[in-house]
């Protein structure tokens, strides 16, 4: 029987082994570097977003199966090289997904109170790497957001959303402490074009208009004067800009109720391209852009100022290399050819680290099932060459990789629905990397 390794434990990785064992009937294991499965479901999906983070249930039924192994806290590239990979499976399909964030280029933006959302998303969801953001939000009055995708609405919804909803989430208890702290009234979005080139979707866009006791800003002259035309016939944008609309004509008023003083804002500043970020000043200059009549943006040469005591800059995840494998550090990806990576054999991607960071979670599987198509029609003609799946345990062991298994993701499941328990919440992430570990192997 083939068998064959997956690197990453996201979506991509997950669909890639049921497609890989229950079509095939290879037997497969699923290599990821923190203790825990699931990936961006676990660590990218707004914890508030129960319905897109309950399809962490379905991926648990793939590793349920006799075929598929989960191998948690096994980093390839440090405990295991690509070489080895290479050399112990049949074939190996890398979906490591795209981890860090990219940069502005902007004088200031290298400060501590300029954080990537990248590094905010894993705090909120409780990765085991991130920094801790509860005193800045301590501190802080006044947030920008940079960028108009769905990642900036996640971030803009929860700094803003009421303490009990947020208690209804799965949260880590310092990050629970810390948005209740949160100093946080006024978050501004900024985008540097016009809200019909917004990537965000209608569904995430309207959540921000429904949140208790927070008004939309939005200025209705960065409206185009015709929805229809400025939507060059896409839905979404159609639905966006009428969702829009709808605010700009409501002004003040949120939810069905009557704001006051007291609410929370939420601004956006559209034709704004971020120039530099004073943190002492605490504010970010921006150029006023404007439509060209060929659909771009471009300067104005004016600019403005908006108050800042944060800035989260919210303008897209990137793909990192792997020593061993190709690298194309334009797009950000490892170069492929229908998803079998260039200049290697037996050597396959899907996933962000293939196409870059774009789609729904449900993307990921027909791109995972693509890629293992062309796995199978290369492995199909061969005889397996793959060492011992014990042998590879073997192996781990006395290199002293503690890796967990899916028994221990198991345990750390009940342990995580237990803390939630004896504090009144339906579960509770544990982030501290030594605490998963130890759950994971007891
Ligand atoms: P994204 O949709 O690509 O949005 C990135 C934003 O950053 C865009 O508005 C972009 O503006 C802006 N940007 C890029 N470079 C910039 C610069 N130099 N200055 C100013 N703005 C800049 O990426 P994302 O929000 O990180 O989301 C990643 C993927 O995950 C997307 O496919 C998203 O839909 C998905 N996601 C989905 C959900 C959900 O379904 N609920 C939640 C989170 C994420 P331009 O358009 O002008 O380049």
């Known amino acids: 029987m ?4 997956v690197v990453g434990a996201g979506p991509a990785g997950i669909y890639a082994a049921e497609h890989l064992s229950t079509v095939h009937g290879y037997q497969v294991d699923v290599f990821d570097a923190l203790p825990v499965p699931f990936g961006l479901v676990r660590y990218g999906v707004a914890p508030d977003h129960f319905s897109i983070r309950s399809v962490r249930d379905k991926l648990t039924d793939t590793f349920e199966s006799p075929l598929v192994r989960f191998r948690g806290n096994v980093h390839i590239g ?9 050399s112990w499976y049949d074939a190996v399909m890398y979906t490591y997904g795209a981890s860090a964030d990219r940069a502005l280029g902007i004088p200031g933006e290298v400060s501590p ?12 969801t409780g990765h085991p790497d991130a920094q801790d953001f509860g005193e800045l939000l301590r501190t802080s009055e006044q947030v920008i957001v940079i960028g108009l995708g769905n990642v900036a609405v996640d971030v803009t919804r929860l700094l803003v959303k009421s303490i009990v909803e947020l208690r209804a ?3 880590p208890d310092h990050v629970l402490d810390s948005f209740e702290k949160s100093a946080v009234r006024h978050v501004h979005v900024v985008g540097r074009r016009g809200p019909q080139h917004a990537t965000f979707t209608t569904k995430e866009l309207k959540e921000l208009g429904e949140l208790e006791g927070v008004e939309v800003i939005l200025d209705p002259r960065d409206l185009p004067a015709d929805d229809a035309i400025a939507s060059s016939g896409s839905k979404v944008v159609e639905r966006n800009l009428k969702v829009m609309r709808q605010w700009s004509q409501g002004h003040g008023e949120s939810h069905g109720e009557v704001l006051n003083a007291s609410s929370k804002k939420i601004e956006f500043h559209f034709y704004s391209t971020p120039q530099s970020f004073d943190s002492k000043q605490r504010s970010l200059i921006v150029e006023r852009m404007q439509l060209s009549s060929d659909n771009t943006v471009m300067g104005t040469g004016t600019y403005e100022s908006i108050p800042a005591d944060i800035v989260i ?5 990137r793909g990192l290399p792997l020593e061993g494998l190709p690298f194309n550090d334009r797009m950000n990806v490892i170069p492929s050819h229908e998803g079998k990576v260039e200049g290697l054999s037996e050597t396959y991607v899907a996933g962000w680290i293939k196409r870059g960071p774009s789609g729904i979670i449900g993307t990921n599987k027909k791109d995972a099932v693509a890629s293992v198509e062309s796995l199978a029609t290369d492995l199909n003609e061969r005889h397996s060459v793959a060492i011992d799946s014990q042998e590879i345990d073997e192996i781990l062991h006395a290199r002293g990789v503690k890796y967990i298994d899916f028994e ?7 342990a995580e629905i237990a803390l939630g328990a004896s504090k009144d919440r339906a579960r509770t992430t544990i982030h501290e990397r030594e605490k998963l570990i130890e759950i994971g192997l007891s």
């Open 2 to 5: 083939s068998r064959v390794a």
């Open 78 to 86: 440090t405990d295991v090289s690509t070489a080895e990979l290479a």
């Open 113 to 124: 109170a300029s954080i990537p959302a990248t590094e905010f998303v894993k705090w909120y």
């Open 169 to 171: 989430t799965d949260m």
């Open 313 to 317: 800059r919210s303008v897209g995840y």
């Open 408 to 414: 221990g993701w198991k345990r750390i499941n009940a």
